[in-house]
């Protein structure tokens, strides 16, 4: 059994030893066009992975900071058809968002789109501020992915969290630790602060990776999850969400199973 652990961020002295990585640096494992993997799971496990790693990745560092708030205000039709998209098995689906670096201000239009192949393009340009309706460089952006829509996008739902971000030393792989995840629809607010949702980004997906290891040997698998449609089913949004009510019950299950300190 796994004794709850008694800090909440004891996982900060942890990446403090870790090497660094600086934002100049990160051109390399950009991976704009890449293959995704993602794992749950709570925090309880976060500080011995990231001992069990450190030295095979180097962390990113700015500013003297290391853990970086971002704000992701996703955008969406009326009736939902992006999260219907995924919602519906569709391989070739989009996300739009605005994402918000808290720590510097800086904001960003960004267009994910799946493909057929499994991979994930990704578009972006900055902009100065988030508008009610879309400007001429998200309209630009748009064009050059060569997505059009039928209606007008509206501002749907914001997802916080807390990263770190990590890079490997020997290869092409970046990978983001989000931590205190929360969800906001502009009516009502929900919080995970102990369930971290891990992204490994490979330029080809690849098993040797120490990362994958480290959470395999704990028994963490694979989940295929979005931020974007597990926060509008939390929130009770009026959507149909068969497909993801399973997912939501994993995060739930992962927060009960350790509510009493023990796994």
Not at 64 to 76: A, C, E, T
Request: hydrophobic share 35%.
């Amino acid at each position: 059994m796994i004794k709850k652990m008694t800090a909440a961020h004891s996982h900060i002295k942890t990446i403090a030893s870790f090497n660094t990585i600086q934002l100049n640096q990160m051109d390399k494992v950009n991976l704009m066009n890449r293959v995704d993997s993602k794992f749950v799971f709570h925090d309880v496990w976060l500080n011995a992975i990231l001992e069990e790693i450190r030295n095979d990745y180097s962390i990113l560092e700015i500013d003297n900071q290391r853990v970086f708030r971002y704000d992701s205000l996703y955008l969406d039709t009326k009736d939902y058809c992006m999260y219907k998209q995924h919602h519906n098995g569709k391989p070739r689906r989009v996300k739009l968002r605005y994402r918000t670096y808290c720590d510097t201000g800086d904001i960003y239009f960004e267009i994910k789109q799946r493909q057929n192949t499994m991979r994930t393009h990704k578009f972006r340009e900055k902009v100065s501020a988030i508008p009610q309706c879309l400007g001429k460089i998200e309209q630009s952006l748009l064009n050059e992915a060569n997505i059009h829509f039928q209606s007008e996008l509206e501002h749907k739902l914001v997802v916080g969290y807390k990263r770190i971000t990590l890079v490997a030393n020997d290869g092409i792989e970046r990978v983001t630790l989000d931590t205190f995840l929360s969800f906001d629809n502009f009516k009502q607010y929900i919080v995970h602060p102990h369930v971290i949702i891990a992204e490994i980004k490979q330029e080809r997906f690849s098993r040797i990776s120490p990362f994958i290891h480290a959470l395999r040997t704990r028994n963490i698998k694979e989940q295929s999850i979005s931020k974007y449609a597990l926060g509008l089913v939390e929130l009770s949004t009026n959507v149909k969400s068969n497909a993801f009510k399973s997912k939501v019950q994993f995060v739930k299950h992962i927060e009960e199973r350790f509510c009493n300190g023990y796994k």
